[in-house]
């Protein structure tokens, strides 16, 4: 891991029970007298701040040190690693060791360790738009949105394609053609 023009991908995913995250501060706010503060982006994409953590065998142990040791050998060195960050499933991200913050949080039997690193966290760039459609639909359908739209796919292509289709009287499987007719 010592080149950085290589990014490697750490391998064992941290446990999603243990994250806290501190975003990185993009606004800066001013107060004003007698009013309220003024805010402006000061600066674009900032990293955050994760901490992870990680409960291992020994080899799960063993690899995880030697990652953070060659991660970390000449300054810090990007890597990959998957993250419940900013979305609700796992998504890769291009992350860095904090230097010094990799602990070794407990031993228990077996042995199993529990290993806590510090992160920073390049930023994924937001879909606007996927975002703004997200908003409209949960606060027009409420928060189970997905709900309606499960039904909405089960009319649209299962029930809607059975009732246009013509009268067959043969054995009938959704969303497959029998004999030339939808069904």
């Known amino acids: 891991m010592a080149s950085t023009n290589t990014i490697y991908n750490c391998a064992i995913v941290p446990e999603y029970s ?3 995250t501190i975003d990185g501060i993009e606004v800066v706010s001013t107060m004003l007298e007698g009013g309220t503060p003024r805010y402006r982006r000061d ?3 900032s ?4 901490t992870v953590e990680w409960w291992l065998d020994q080899v799960g142990y063993d690899y995880i040190r030697a990652f953070y040791r060659t991660a970390t050998v000449s300054g810090s060195v990007p890597f990959t690693i998957q993250l419940y960050l900013g979305k609700s499933h796992l998504t890769t991200h291009t992350a860095y060791f904090k230097p010094g913050s990799m602990t070794l949080a407990s031993v228990e039997a077996g042995p199993y360790f529990t290993v806590d690193a510090t992160l920073m966290v390049k930023p994924s ?3 606007v738009t996927d975002e703004i459609a997200l908003i409209t639909m949960v606060n027009a359908m409420g928060v189970n949105f997905a709900y ?11 029930e809607l394609p059975i009732t246009m289709a013509p009268q067959y009287t043969g054995y ?5 053609f029998v004999d030339g007719y939808i069904t």
């Open 18 to 20: 243990n994250y806290t």
């Open 43 to 45: 600066i674009l994409n």
């Open 125 to 127: 760039i937001p879909n």
């Open 148 to 158: 309606y739209e499960d039904i909405l796919n089960t009319i649209v292509n299962i």
């Open 47 to 50: 990293a955050s701040e994760v």
């Open 172 to 176: 009938i499987t959704p969303g497959y």
